[in-house]
């Protein structure tokens, strides 16, 4: 058996530094480029396999503008993106893998970060009763979302909160994408890497990014991610006005497909109806011309008979965006949810949340938002109503000092962390926001809620007195108080089950 | 020693606290400014503040005691010329000068009707004279400014509609700047029951009762040791379409006003330095405080004109029944005396005077100017 060989070589960047990398006999290698690693491993050099595309003048000048001026992870003041500041940027810099350099000699090529560790295998990944060793394999979503899952230990397998949170992630990247023009082109399982035990995720293979009538794509995406129209329009000439190219619209079509496999473990198309006893046309029909939701209301003919599980367990906010997504928006693009609203709408399911008291629960949460009926659909356990409490926020109503309107709802368990944005009106957990600290917790004692003060100036109690830092505020159903006396502030009302 | 005694411990003239919240209590043991930027003082067990020292003002704070107690002492104060700027205060202050209150810290409305206004009313027990600062959308309260004593608020709320919320504050903030906040909480609700309160009793049943004595038109009395007067225009029977404003001017050294805002009217309720404002009840009623004026105005003279919305020449005074004017103060009720028959439609009801340096009430006799457009010239305000 031959011994496979590494040595250590040096590349010529463009900006004139030299970088070290280990070439090895047999890099890996995806469907453009081979890699290697740098020896400390934290990058990665990537050349590509046609070398058409490295000497692409196109492909170059769109490489460079990546690299700098469509770059949210680096700051506006330092050549980065439009409207990116040293914080947005550091945020961001952890849910992309975004090329930092390109290489010059030998031949032209692009510098990553290495995938973070955390989306890589490690140790007792799988199942002790399956043979298989995922050390050092990507976390590709499929793992968790396909049959394959079968394999995984449970502690890989994360649980509602951290599938919740990825998708959170996720839609958040693709905002700040789409808000400066871009479009990934190429979002699949196999671009988004996941970590349900962190409930992170990172977009990979940013290099293909699309700047839509600039740069076209060069590539249709990857099959069960690839839009309706795309699919259909796949046959015409590139050049054919007719032809529908991956672009913004797209995107949002994956991303919901995305979602959907991250909560439902499932795709979102796939059902038993047959359009073509031929495999390749009833495939190109099932995910083109004829693509139906499988939970589509109105058509129930490619709903799987033994549906378990359903968008109606998300919540209204998610149903109306997965409706809104695979019914209205399958065949019309603009229809779609934009990467903002599923943003929104995942964030307040996500303050839905409810710990489910079974510890043998499959999915550990589940989305309380009928009060009058809290019932795990995982595993069937039903919470006492006197287990169960709402929080409902308020925000003044500008000009009309005194009034107020929804500013959402807030499942409450004991322990729950409360921040700023549960507490100030027009503040949102994203990447501007700079206070992240908790500020309060719930408290749940002998069958009492209380809202425990952690570092939140000026927070009031019912009675209007202050709460300060250390005190609690005793939750009495249908009280109504003003969270704090800072501007802005949300006006709280106590539900009880 | 607490962290915001700490601040104190230099013994500075001039003290900046940082915003934020901090625990009492506080001591402050030597004369000083403090300015707190809006910093909050509390603490467990009242007061949260003792003064000491004399001289020293203190602005810019929120005081207060997380206490369940009621009637507390929020801020003792034990010296000599101590100041306030913008200082809110939950509880009482104790010391020379300042009174007793007792008011809610939230007045719950509960459950009103949808789409109907709804009216409501609250107990006050106000320890000095203070007006109310109220920016609560569609919540109308009918007096602004009070006198010390007891009190019942009345307060209206404009249709709502069904399940809307109403949460607000307003203040009460005195002429030293104390502001007192009080919190208004209420939901509509189709169904609820609609609320409505009995008519507005006349104002004698609502200040506090004490003897009364009478006084002749043109009697000069020295101004006795009270803080504020209210001086009520009062009638027996007053005809429809006819109203009476108050008109109060502030006259300096040469008995002429020093600028237009030396009147005090319904266009004009207060003066700036709210030594003399309008009490806005149904009862035509002015408040002067006389220590609130400035030294170089000599005296203010009260009137009441008939306001006729048809402007008929023969709507006057001669249409009211016995009018009188009340001349109340802390204590009650100081003077009282009667108009007499009138043909005018305006009546001087007092005039106040400094004379060496001490103060005077003078009940006019039966002086009835033409109109109020010559009594404003005669007074140096320019008319249209």
Known sequence: ?497 | MSAIQKYFASGARQIDIKPGEYEGPLTIGHSCTVDGHGATLWSKVPPALVVKASNVKIKNLRVESTTQARNFVAIDVLGKNVFFEDVEVYGNIRGQGFGSWTIPRVIELGEFAANEYNEFSARLEVGESCRLINSVHGLKIDAQNFLSGDFELRMRVDSMKDGAILYGSFLLETFDKVSRRIYVSGRARQGAPIRRLPPVPSTVDLLPQAKKSSACCGQRLPVPNADTFLVVFKAKSIPLGVNVDPYVFCLGVDNKVRSNTDLVSFENFAHETFGVYLDARKDYAVVVCPRKLPSDIQAVVVCFAICDVANRSDNNFSKVTAPRVEVWTDDGLYREYGLGSASGKLAVALDIHKSKGRWYLRAPVGELPGDLGKLCELYGLETM
């Open chain 1, 1 to 497: 058996m031959k011994r496979l060989s590494s040595e250590k070589k040096k590349v010529v960047l463009f900006d004139g530094s030299e970088l070290e990398y280990v070439k090895v006999d047999n890099p890996p290698r995806g469907s453009k480029k081979y890699v290697y690693f740098t020896p400390d491993k934290k990058k990665v050099v990537q050349f590509y396999i046609n070398k058409e595309d490295a000497v692409s003048a196109r492909n170059r000048e769109r490489l460079e503008k990546i690299l700098k001026a469509y770059n949210p992870t680096i700051a506006e003041t330092e050549g980065g993106a439009r409207g990116a500041s040293k914080q947005t940027a550091e945020y961001f810099h952890d849910l992309y893998c975004w090329p930092v350099a390109l290489v010059k000699k030998p031949e032209f090529g692009i510098v990553c970060p290495a995938y973070p560790p955390q989306f890589l295998f490690g140790e007792n990944a799988s199942k002790k009763s399956i043979n298989i060793n995922l050390k050092g394999l990507e976390k590709k979503s499929t793992w968790f979302t396909s049959s394959s899952r079968r394999f995984l230990s449970d502690t890989e397998k994360g649980d509602l909160r951290r599938m919740l949170s990825v998708s959170i992630e996720l839609s958040r990247a693709v905002r700040r994408l789409h808000a400066a023009g871009l479009a990934h082109s190429d979002l699949s399982c196999n671009n988004v890497l996941i970590d349900p035990i962190s409930g992170t995720c990172v977009v990979i293979d940013i290099d293909s990014l699309v700047v839509p009538a600039l740069y076209p794509p060069e590539v249709m995406g990857t099959r069960g991610y690839i839009a309706p129209e795309v699919i259909e329009s796949m046959a015409l000439k590139f050049d054919d006005p007719a032809r529908k190219l991956p672009c913004i619209n797209t995107d949002l079509f994956a991303l919901a497909v995305l979602i959907y496999e991250y909560l439902l473990k499932r795709h979102p198309l796939r059902g038993p109806k047959i359009h073509s006893p031929v495999v390749e046309e009833d495939d190109f029909l099932s995910n083109g011309a004829k693509a139906l939701f499988i939970e589509n209301p109105h058509d129930t003919s490619n709903r799987p008979s033994e549906l378990k599980g359903s968008i109606r367990e998300f919540g209204t906010f998610l149903e109306k965006l997965f409706l809104k997504a695979f019914v209205d928006g399958l065949h019309n693009p603009p229809a779609r949810p934009s990467a903002s609203e599923w943003e929104r709408a995942l964030v307040k399911t996500y303050d839905l949340l409810q710990p489910c008291p079974n510890a043998n629960c499959p999915e550990g949460w589940f989305v309380l938002q009928d009060m009058n009926r809290p019932i795990c659909p995982y595993c069937g356990r039903t919470l006492r109503r006197s287990e169960v409490a709402h929080l409902r926020l308020k925000q003044p109503l500008a000009g009309r000092y005194g009034h107020w309107q929804p500013a959402g709802e807030i499942n409450l368990y004991d322990k729950m962390p409360l921040f700023k944005w549960h507490f100030i009106a027009n503040t949102f957990p994203d990447e501007k926001i700079r206070d992240r600290e908790m500020k309060a917790y719930i408290s749940r004692q002998n069958g009492e809620w209380y809202l425990v003060n952690q570092n939140m100036e000026g927070m009031l109690s019912p009675k209007g007195n202050l709460v300060p830092k250390g005190s609690g505020v005793h939750l009495k159903d249908k009280s109504l108080f003003v969270s704090s006396n800072q501007p802005d502030a949300l006006l709280m009302e106590v539900l009880k089950g």
